[in-house]
C-alpha cells in the first residue's frame, strides 16, 4: 500500500527544486498532486512530467502573497479533485538584505510570501477541511534561518522564526478537528532560495559531509504527511544534516 494513496496534495512553490521534489516523492506514493507556484508554466512543467510518469497532477497559478490568490487555489483543488487531505506551505523568498538596505515594501513583500502565506493558506485549507470532515495533515517549511540571526536576510530570518511558533499554534488550534501541522526545517538544501543553480562549492558544515539535496527535504514531508507520524503534532523536523547540533567555533 503506497502512502499517500487516495489523499490530494497541495504543494505551494512547487515549480522546482525542493517543492518539485516533494510534489514527485508524493506523486508516487499515490497522492493526487496540485502543483502550485506563482508561474504557471512552472509548475505546468511538474504536473506534466509526473503524469508522463503514470501519476496524477494539474499545475495551478497562485501567488502566495495574495489572499485572493490563496482561496481561489482552495476552491480550484477542490474543483478538479474533489478534495484537500495534505497541504505543504513550501513557497518562499529571502531578501538577503542587511536591515539598512532593506525598503519596508520588501520586508512587507518577504513577510507575506514567508510567513503570511502559511498562516492563511492553512487557515483556508483547514476551513475546507473541517467542513467536510476531512483530518489532513500540513507541513510548513522553516529554515535554520528561523533560529539564528544573520548578517543579512533581515525578513528572511525573521519571517522563518515564525514560521516555527506559527505552527505550533495551528497545532493547537486544529488539532481538536484530527488535523495535524508541524515544520521542516531543513539548511542548504540543493541551490540557495530564490536560485535554480547547484554550486557544488557553497560552503557546507555539518555532520552529514555533504550538502542537502531536495529528496532529503522531501522525505521528511512525506513522513509528516502521512500517518506514520501519527503521534507528531506541532514540532520542527530539523533536516539540516546536524549543522544545528555544531556549537559555532567548536566543531
Ligand atoms: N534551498 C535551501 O538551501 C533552503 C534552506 C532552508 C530552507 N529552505 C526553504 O525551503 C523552501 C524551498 O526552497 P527552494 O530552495 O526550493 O526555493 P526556490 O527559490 O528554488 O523555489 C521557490 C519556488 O517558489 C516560487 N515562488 C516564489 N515566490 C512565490 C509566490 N509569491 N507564490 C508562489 N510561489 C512562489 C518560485 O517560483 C519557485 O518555484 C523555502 O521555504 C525555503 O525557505 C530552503
Request: with cysteine; proline share 4%; net charge neutral.
Amino acid at each position: 500500500m503506497k502512502r499517500l494513496e487516495g489523499k490530494v496534495a497541495i504543494v505551494t512553490g512547487a515549480g522546482r527544486n525542493i517543492g518539485e521534489a516533494i510534489c514527485k516523492l508524493f506523486a508516487s506514493e499515490g497522492a493526487t498532486i496540485a502543483v502550485t507556484d506563482l508561474v504557471q508554466e512552472a509548475a505546468d512543467r511538474v504536473a506534466n512530467e509526473i503524469n508522463a510518469a503514470g501519476g496524477k497532477a494539474k499545475g495551478f497559478a497562485c501567488d502566495v502573497g495574495k489572499e485572493d490568490d490563496i482561496v481561489k487555489c482552495v476552491n480550484d483543488v477542490v474543483a478538479a479533485f474533489g478534495r484537500i487531505d495534505v497541504l505543504i506551505n513550501n513557497a518562499a523568498i529571502s531578501d538577503n538584505k542587511n536591515m539598512f538596505d532593506l525598503t519596508t515594501e520588501q520586508w512587507n513583500q518577504t513577510l507575506a510570501v514567508t510567513l503570511t502565506s502559511p498562516f492563511l493558506f492553512v487557515k483556508h485549507a483547514a476551513r475546507w477541511m473541517i467542513d467536510n470532515g476531512v483530518k489532513g495533515t500540513m507541513v510548513n517549511v522553516s529554515s535554520t534561518s528561523g533560529y539564528f540571526g544573520r548578517d543579512r536576510a533581515i525578513a528572511y530570518t525573521a519571517a522563518k522564526g515564525g514560521v516555527v511558533n506559527l505552527t505550533k499554534s495551528q497545532a493547537i488550534q486544529l488539532a481538536p478537528h484530527g488535523i495535524r501541522v508541524n515544520a521542516v526545517v531543513p539548511n542548504k538544501i540543493g541551490s540557495p532560495v530564490g536560485r535554480d543553480e547547484f554550486d557544488p562549492t557553497r560552503p557546507v558544515l555539518n555532520l552529514a559531509g555533504r550538502p542537502g539535496v531536495p529528496d532529503d527535504l522531501a522525505r521528511a514531508a512525506l513522513y509528516l504527511a502521512n500517518p506514520e507520524s501519527e503521534f507528531v503534532v506541532g514540532t520542527a523536523l530539523f533536516v539540516d544534516g546536524g549543522c544545528t547540533a555544531l556549537m559555532p567555533g567548536n566543531a
